[in-house]
């Protein structure tokens, strides 16, 4: 065989054995990704935030053991340790800081200005005072950001159509997460509510033994239904709020399709685990020379609606058939 034609059969035996995408490092480069959330590492399938991470890097070319090592830090729902553990993250010299949700962000930001970092998916970026603008972020901070207010309403709107006579919504929410009541999600409902023609009730937990109490509270006042607004402990907990709805006879829109997997009613909002997985490509586009605060920050633009027939039936209740239509995925 030919000098040039053995450089052809090596080259063919490389694409052949490995896809290009691992091409996209230098060879032998390891890039130290620092991974910061606010919840736990053993959430079944959490909100899909780091599945949707690491996939989206593995898609990119960045496989842990081989080119990437991902420093992974847990708040465990314990606020005041971010700052610390986001430090952390500082003294390892991580190429990049993916931060997960809006606190973790923000400790983040407090805890670096020169190391890039990227938010999976953070609330409200600009008005909490994250970055400059979505168009010119400006510092060391983009990636994905999101307006529940918008989709809290439509889930609101929706629990209307499947009960034409609902009159009272529980809102369920963790003030520990939100600091306070969840704004400007609050706003947006408390102006829609009328519109709707419900009234609204304020239901807090803070630790899972909360939610007996909470969903007795919600039997007590009359309520017809409930909207959860997603932290990690009513994430962490899905199952059980899925449990006690179907006791006291409540259905509950969420914002997460895993909530319906695990028994929920009903929920409509973006895919967090999509939104993490287009975090991946910021963190490459940074790996590769760019600058976070030149690079846009995104919306998501993909939302779904999921139903569980399973548990409308064990509430008693007949979702109308233009509900069922406009419906992503009907869980039989």
């Known amino acids: 065989m030919s000098r040039r034609n053995t450089i052809l059969a090596l080259l063919a035996l490389g694409l052949a054995n490995g896809p290009l995408a691992g091409f996209a490092e230098p060879a032998g480069k390891v890039y130290r990704i620092g991974y910061l959330a606010q919840g736990y590492p053993d959430d079944p399938s959490g909100t899909g935030s780091r599945e949707g991470f ?12 081989r080119n990437l090592v991902i420093e992974y830090r847990w708040g465990e ?53 994250l970055v400059n603008s979505l168009a010119h972020p400006g510092g060391n901070i983009t990636g994905m950001t999101g307006m529940s207010d918008e989709t809290i309403v439509k889930r609101l709107g929706l629990l209307k159509e499947v009960l034409p006579k609902l009159s009272r919504v529980a809102v369920l929410w963790n003030p520990a997460f939100y600091n306070n009541k969840p704004e400007p999600q609050w706003r947006a409902i408390e102006v829609a509510a009328p ?24 039997t007590r006042s009359h309520a017809n239904a409930v909207l959860v607004f997603p932290d990690p402990l009513t994430v962490r907990h899905r199952k059980r709020i899925a449990q006690l709805a179907v006791k006291h006879r409540l259905p509950v829109a969420y914002q997460d399709r895993e909530s319906v997997d695990a ?18 490509t910021y963190v490459d586009k940074i790996l590769k020379g760019a ?42």
């Not at 009903?266 to 967090?272: D, L």
Request: net charge neutral; hydrophobic share 45%; no cysteine.
């Open 195 to 218: 519109r709707v023609g419900v009234n609204l009730q304020s239901v807090e937990v803070q630790a899972p033994n909360d939610f007996e109490r909470a969903f007795a509270s919600m």
């Open 263 to 280: 028994g929920g009613l009903m929920s409509y909002g973006g895919s967090f685990f999509e939104s993490s997985r287009r975090a991946a």
């Open 77 to 129: 729902l314990k606020f005041d340790r971010l700052p610390g553990l986001a430090a952390e993250l500082v003294r390892l010299k991580v190429d990049v800081i993916a931060a997960v949700a809006t606190r973790a962000t923000a400790a983040a930001k407090q805890a670096t200005t020169t190391i890039p970092i990227v938010m999976t998916l953070s609330l409200h970026a600009v008005e909490s005072g």
């Open 291 to 332: 600058k976070p605060g030149d690079l846009p920050i995104e919306q998501p633009t993909k939302f779904e609606m999921v139903i569980n027939l399973k548990t409308a039936k064990a509430l008693g209740i007949a979702i109308p058939p233009s509900v069922l239509q406009r419906a992503d995925e009907v869980i039989q």
């Open 54 to 65: 690491v996939q989206g890097l593995r898609e990119l070319g960045y496989v842990e053991g």
